[in-house]
């Protein structure tokens, strides 16, 4: 007969600080994994891109990737589990994403049960929202990106209807940003090569959600 597993399952909440209405996930993991593990997951059920740095706060000790411009301020990731940072459900530290836009996320250990033939590790199980756009500026930029969408999306319906009418199409990714502004469609509005002129009223620190393409 084989003996029990002594491994632990975390039940964790995920939340971007002073972000409303919340952006938030639920994942489940091993107790074991290592932090640098645990940061790549953050990654993928956030949304995020994985092109910036990180660290992960627990009280005043910062856990990341070495570098000795940190000295010994920053401990190696790589050799740290979960399990050590955070020993009981209602533990919370602080993962930062991004130190310029600095992204923080406050992560809360909401269960902690063992580990049996029945679940399934890793896994998340609910959420909330997309994460912001990578490099839209932090919080604040983030909010002013909210309140002008409305109008940059009236914009590009209007830019795409007198190009149709010109015989020019728009690439499929910028009419993505036409029909749905969630920061996945921005993304792609990055990505275009030419631009043309925006309308007067649009601020002009989002002009590349204008960009588009012609064929």
């Known amino acids: 007969m084989a003996n029990p597993s002594t491994d632990l399952v975390y039940q964790l909440h995920i939340q971007l600080a002073y972000i409303e209405p919340p952006i938030w996930r639920r994942i489940v993991v091993s107790g074991q994994i290592k932090l640098f593990a645990l940061d790549r997951m953050l ?7 994985n092109s910036h740095l990180h660290q992960f706060i627990v009280d005043k000790t910062y856990y990341g990737e070495p570098d000795p411009e940190y000295g010994d301020r920053m401990k190696d990731e ?16 602080i993962y930062e994403y991004d130190f310029g836009d600095g992204w923080r996320h406050v992560i809360t250990v909401e ?3 063992p580990l049996n033939e029945y679940m399934i590790v890793p896994r998340c199980l609910d959420g909330a929202r997309a994460c912001p756009p990578e490099d839209c500026g932090g919080i604040g930029d983030y909010a002013h990106l909210l309140a002008v969408l409305p109008k940059i999306a009236e914009a590009l319906a209007t830019m795409h209807i007198c190009l149709k009418r010109c015989g020019i199409d728009v690439i ?16 792609s509005c990055f990505r275009c090569r030419r631009s043309i002129q925006p309308w007067p009223f649009l601020d002009r620190a989002f002009l590349p959600l204008l960009y588009v393409s012609f064929i």
């Open 172 to 187: 499929p990714s910028t009419r993505s940003c036409v029909h749905g502004w969630e920061s996945t469609m921005i993304r």
């Open 43 to 49: 990654q993928v059920v956030m949304g995020w891109e």
């Open 78 to 93: 790589r050799r740290v589990r979960l399990q050590a940072i955070a020993r009981e459900v209602g533990a919370s530290f």
């Open 111 to 113: 269960d902690i049960s």
